[in-house]
């Protein structure tokens, strides 16, 4: 296939030329739902210059077909517009041998506020049709994107994976939920399953133009417009914040080693909110004022990763929040304006 993508006909793998690349995904098809979002589509510009072939699929309901244009023409990756509630596309997209990096969500603590039902819907009911029909194809390994959030405000730092789990929001339960649902299927079902629980991810294609946006585009698209800062609670509250190549990377670890079990994914190192809003008031060189507001439900107070198990495969972190940040500002200083609000009904 030349064109850009194929909705809803499938390339054999046998159709696609081998890559030219020769480690761990090299004549490997992968699955990336979610895939036009935030992180995943910057996993499938890593998995089109590795894998044998990507298939991509996305509702586009926070993603942007804008978000592949660096693979628009690569004939290996295909898209299929559709939701993970659709069982029938689920069986369509995935085959015998695929690794699937699942992706897709409703994201945000506060979206999951107001509408929890939607978040266990997508987040719940989608995942679990994910792997009942990856265990169905007899598929190889699913990478499942979870989140720090599972930890809710337990004091032990940094958080490890055998801590307890004291989720605070209905987001918070669904990723946890997802967590037990993989440990399930490959405890019963022989799908190999491993759990990313990602912490504070930004970079490029972060949409700050949503009620439900993160911290970080949040404030560069305010300082550059010279716009107030809003920093909920104090600005004491730390973060480690990861910046989303080095997501990418520990994902490609995760399906590289074939790693059983939970890994957190993050940078292992933290800063506070209020240090945040003055670096990226240094990295946009704006002068833009800061205002406080009332902390709000649902937020943790500090989030810090232990990254040993996962440095443990190889994986080490290369983006400082320093060198993050200037790459993020430097995206957005040229593409913000082309990042649309999603549309009604979708925010």
Same mark, same amino acid.
Request: neutral net charge; hydrophobic residues 40%.
């Given at each position: ?95 015998e ?33 994910? *792997?009942?029909? %990856? +265990? ?8 499942? !994107?979870?989140? @720090?959030? #599972?930890?809710? =405000? ?27 649902y ?9 799908l ?25 585009p ?31 990377h520990?994902? *490609?670890?995760? %399906? +590289? ?8 994914? !993050?940078?292992? @190192?933290? #800063?506070?909110? =209020? ?44 983006y ?19 990042v ?8």
């Amino acid at each position: 296939m030349s064109t850009m993508f194929a909705m809803l006909r499938l390339t054999k793998p046998a159709d696609i030329e081998l890559s030219s690349h020769d480690g761990p995904l090299s004549g490997r098809r992968v699955v990336v739902t979610g895939g036009a979002g935030f992180i995943g589509s910057h996993l499938v510009d890593a998995l089109a210059k590795e894998a044998r072939s990507v298939v991509v699929v996305d509702n586009l309901s926070t993603g942007s077909l804008s978000n592949l244009s660096n693979v628009r023409h690569n004939p290996g990756v295909v898209f299929i517009s559709g939701s993970i509630l659709d069982t029938r596309l689920l069986s369509t997209a995935i085959a015998e041998n695929d690794i699937i990096f699942h992706m897709a969500a409703i994201p945000s603590v506060a979206r999951s506020l107001q509408d929890p039902l939607a978040s266990d819907e997508v987040n719940v009911h989608g995942t679990l049709s994910l *792997l009942k029909a %990856a +265990a169905d194809s007899r598929a190889a390994h699913v990478i499942f !994107a979870s989140s @720090s959030s #599972i930890y809710g =405000n337990s004091p032990l730092l940094p958080r490890l994976e055998t801590a307890v789990a004291q989720p605070i929001s209905p987001y918070a339960v669904s990723k946890l939920a997802g967590e037990h649902y993989c440990e399930v299927f490959t405890n019963n079902f022989g799908l190999q399953t491993s759990v990313g629980r990602f912490f504070n991810v930004y970079g490029p294609r972060q949409n700050p133009h949503t009620q439900y946006s993160a911290v970080i585009p949040r404030f560069i698209d305010a300082a550059l417009d010279g716009r107030v800062l809003t920093i909920y609670g104090g600005g004491k509250q730390s973060r480690d914040f990861t910046y989303v190549a080095d997501v990418v990377h520990a994902c *490609l670890v995760l %399906a +590289a080693r074939q790693s059983r079990g939970v890994f957190n994914v !993050a940078a292992g @190192s933290t #800063i506070c909110v =209020n240090d945040l809003a003055k670096y990226v008031l240094r990295a946009t060189d704006s002068s833009a004022p800061i205002r406080y507001l009332p902390e709000r439900p649902g937020d943790i107070r500090d989030s810090a990763a232990d990254i040993g198990r996962l440095q443990a495969l190889g994986y080490k972190p290369q983006y400082s929040i320093e060198a993050g940040l200037e790459k993020t500002t430097d995206w957005a200083r040229v593409n913000r304006s082309q990042v649309p609000p999603l549309a009604e009904g979708q925010q």
